[in-house]
């Protein structure tokens, strides 16, 4: 039987499940799609009864297979969502959704009754807790709305714990917080302190886990001790086989829907231009604050690839057969072509409304539409990481989506001429990361 290591790995789409040998090596990979439920409210939501039953499923069958033997388990997922249970650990609300709207006065009250508590504007109160008003994807927001605007639900809960620590809790029985969960814009975490934020102490922090930084517990199956992993926010846990490839200093860009630009070598406080310009702190699991920058690189570019393949009559997928072509690329720069995001407001570098839309009709041919394009995010990109201070990384790595864009990546480089441009090779890398944190692989 072969010695494995589990990882669960929960994204908002897809739900996998890896197993690791004993050197880091995926031996097999499933992958899971649940549809989406509705909250108490009508809105979409995650079915956690669903997933909550196909982790144990999954367990089970590993527990009684005769070709696997397992010595570790550990869990990953998408962060800004609790899960509410009761003293017996089972759910008593929705997982309410992140991107579930919450009415205006909310955050209006909320933002009132923290500078009644302790003085702070909305902008203090950010840089303190690193975390910008975005709604329930400050996870914070959530208690305190279910709190105050749900009390029969609030009367219920024993425990909220972050996903990725309730994902652990079904393994294992244990429930904890970690530091990843609450550095990802929680508005729960005083960053200047390194203690919860002052509203937090009292009836809120009653309803909060034990903060752990410890690797893993224990269960015994069958006279076999296994590790339990505690779990860990998705993108700090994609950082972390990063750490372990290199010591020297270097940013990591995660693409995707969201590129999000990661600097764990920046420790300085954050400023108000960086806040405003959508820039962030996580904590790494043993809470070493990592600068962050974001931008919603994916989303505009499929939006703006949509324009350009209707303009031109094109083919949806059009850009999958156009390659970099040096010279047209020399050529848009020369147009000094003014660029507007359509889909950026309130994120990113260049947070303001645009009044305005990119003009399409200057350019002659999709490709070279395209090239501008790709050019004008590239910038975007750059601008980002120009607010983590990049000035003593080398290396930069680029992960997901855009790291196999060769067109994205030429321009990168080229327009980063004294960086190393790196397109990360990394297969899995969240659920790597959760693999290596496990059996401390990774550098801290």
């Not at 764990?264 to 406080?269: A, G, L, V």
């Amino acid at each position: 039987m072969k010695k494995v290591t589990a990882i669960f790995d929960v994204g908002k789409t897809n739900k996998k499940l890896l197993l690791f040998d004993l050197s880091g090596r995926v031996l097999h990979e499933a992958t899971e799609q649940f549809e989406l439920t509705t909250d108490d409210d009508g809105d979409p939501c995650e079915n956690v009864q669903a997933l909550t039953q196909w982790i144990r499923t999954q367990w089970q069958a590993l527990l009684a297979s005769k070709k696997v033997s397992v010595t570790g388990v550990n869990f990953t997922a998408y962060g800004a969502s609790f899960v509410h249970i009761d003293g017996k650990g089972n759910p008593v609300t929705p997982l309410y959704d992140y991107m579930k709207p919450v009415p205006g006065r909310v955050q209006k009250e909320f933002y009132a009754h923290i500078k009644q508590l302790t003085g702070l504007t909305r902008q203090q109160f950010a840089r303190t807790t690193c975390s910008p008003a975005m709604g329930l994807i400050n996870s914070g927001l959530q208690l305190y709305w279910i709190k105050n605007y749900k009390p029969t639900l609030w009367k219920q809960i024993h425990t909220s714990l972050h996903l990725p620590q309730y994902l652990a809790f079904i393994i294992s029985g244990k429930w904890l917080t970690d530091y990843t969960s609450l550095g990802c814009h929680t508005g729960l975490w005083d960053f200047d302190s390194f203690r919860y934020a002052r509203w937090v102490r009292g009836d809120i922090a009653k309803k909060l886990a034990p903060i752990t930084t410890q690797r893993f517990t224990y269960v015994t199956r069958k006279g076999q001790r296994i590790k339990v992993g505690c779990g860990l926010h998705d993108s700090s846990a994609a950082l972390l086989p990063y750490r372990h490839l290199s010591a020297k200093p270097f940013i990591l860009i995660s693409t995707g829907t969201w590129s999000i630009q990661l600097n764990p070598f920046d420790t300085t406080p954050l400023t108000t231009n960086q806040l405003r310009k959508d820039c962030l702190r996580y904590l790494q699991p043993h809470g070493q604050p990592v600068k962050a920058s974001r931008l919603l690189l994916g989303r505009e570019y499929d939006y703006q690839v949509n324009r350009i393949a209707k303009h031109f009559h094109c083919a949806p997928d059009f850009f999958q057969r156009i390659e970099f072509d040096e010279h047209l690329f020399l050529k848009v720069c020369a147009l000094n072509d003014e660029f507007f995001p359509a889909c950026m407001h309130g994120t990113g570098p260049r947070p303001a409304l645009q009044t305005s839309e990119w003009n399409l009709a200057q350019f002659g041919t999709a490709q070279a539409c395209y090239h501008c394009l790709l050019l004008h995010l590239v910038g975007l990109v750059i601008e980002s990481i120009q607010l983590i201070n990049p000035s003593q990384v080398e290396t930069i790595y680029v992960d997901g989506g855009f790291a196999r864009n060769t067109v994205f990546m030429k321009i990168l480089a080229l327009m980063l001429p004294q960086k190393k441009i790196v397109a990360a090779s990394l297969p899995q890398a969240t659920a790597r990361g959760a693999f290596q944190y496990l059996h401390n692989r990774v550098g801290e």
